[in-house]
């Protein structure tokens, strides 16, 4: 008897403190709703996920190959410099920004020739439909962005829009982890890979999947982006910049640099030259 409540004690609390994945599901640990979005608890959060984002073992080995004259990828931060008043009528730079949703811009690691990328991307609690897995209209909508920026790059214009998007579910993207004691582990980051498989004028076809970073594949995608006949019209410098190309935007886009967490660096964009400890010049 001894032994059995011993055995039984134990695994309650080992299951307690280490839930299986399903009982997590089934019945999720509660989170404290996240603060506003400008709020120090806010703001204190933001800098450790990007500090942990920066931190990331892919991450650190990607910035390796954004260096020197061979570089073979950029690296670009889309709708960092995006302005509030225009920001608060979009939904991924906006309405779905802030602490324990969107909390951190996405961080693109883009070929110089615009045929691939890899986009890591922070998704909060706040974006479940069923409580611990992020709703997958989210994903798809985080696709089509990634995907969106791979086509736009490789259109005349650099302007384009959702013509096809086919999405398959592969495995639930879930956001309680099992050891899910501190509220910020409820979170996760993912990699967002694209590739460009064609483009005919006005037309590029791209692919993309969703993995966590265990590698494990969550979501597979394709589409078709179509740039409009009037696209010349709405073409201005501003279209590039917010997809982390560089380019002169117009004015007030410019503010509000954002910096590598830790390091006082400006982030760079691609075509941009960035000397350690100073901003990059113009002529870079």
């Known amino acids: 008897l001894a032994a059995g409540a011993f055995v039984s004690l134990g695994g309650y609390a080992l299951g307690s403190a280490f839930p299986p994945?399903?009982?997590?599901?089934?019945?999720?640990?509660?989170?404290?709703?996240?603060?506003p979005p400008d709020s120090p608890?806010?703001?204190?959060?933001?800098?450790?996920?990007?500090?942990?984002?920066?931190?990331?073992?892919?991450?650190?080995?990607?910035?390796?190959k954004t260096e020197g004259p061979e570089a073979e990828y950029y690296e670009a931060r889309p709708y960092a410099t995006y302005p509030r008043e225009r920001a608060v009528n979009s939904l991924t730079a906006g309405a779905l920004r802030g602490a324990g949703r969107l909390a951190i811009p996405p961080l693109v690691f883009a070929k110089k020739d615009e045929s691939e990328a890899k986009v890591f991307v922070h998704v909060g609690r706040g974006l479940c439909g069923h409580d611990g897995i992020v709703h997958g209209g989210?994903?798809?909508?985080?696709?089509?962005?990634?995907?969106?920026?791979?086509?736009?790059?490789?259109?005349?214009?650099?302007?384009g829009v959702t013509a096809t998007l086919t999405v398959n579910y592969r495995a639930p993207l879930i956001?309680?982890?099992?050891?899910?004691?501190?509220?910020?582990?409820?979170?996760?980051?993912?990699?967002?890979?694209?590739?460009?498989?064609?483009?005919?004028?006005?037309?590029?076809?791209?692919?993309g999947r969703i993995y966590?970073?265990?590698?494990?594949?969550?979501?597979?995608?394709?589409?078709?982006?179509?740039e409009p006949k009037?696209?010349?019209?709405?073409?201005?410098?501003?279209?590039?910049?917010?997809?982390?190309?560089?380019?002169?935007?117009?004015?007030?886009?410019?503010?509000?640099?954002?910096?590598?967490?830790?390091?006082?660096?400006?982030m760079?964009?691609?075509?941009?030259?960035?000397?350690?400890?100073?901003?990059?010049?113009?002529k870079a």
């Open 21 to 35: 994945s399903v009982i997590m599901l089934l019945s999720p640990r509660p989170a404290a709703a996240p603060p």
């Open 41 to 64: 608890e806010a703001l204190a959060q933001a800098e450790k996920l990007e500090a942990k984002l920066m931190a990331l073992p892919q991450v650190v080995e990607l910035t390796k």
């Open 138 to 159: 989210l994903t798809a909508t985080l696709l089509d962005e990634a995907l969106a920026r791979q086509a736009f790059l490789n259109l005349p214009s650099h302007l």
């Open 175 to 207: 956001i309680v982890l099992c050891n899910a004691i501190d509220t910020d582990v409820f979170d996760q980051f993912i990699v967002i890979e694209t590739k460009l498989d064609s483009v005919q004028g006005r037309k590029a076809n791209v692919s």
């Open 212 to 226: 966590d970073l265990e590698g494990k594949l969550l979501v597979e995608s394709s589409a078709l982006y179509v």
């Open 230 to 266: 009037y696209a010349k019209l709405l073409v201005n410098s501003d279209s590039k910049h917010l997809l982390g190309v560089h380019s002169k935007p117009s004015v007030g886009m410019e503010e509000k640099p954002r910096h590598r967490a830790g390091t006082g660096e400006p």
């Open 268 to 282: 760079p964009m691609a075509g941009e030259k960035v000397i350690h400890g100073q901003a990059p010049s113009k």
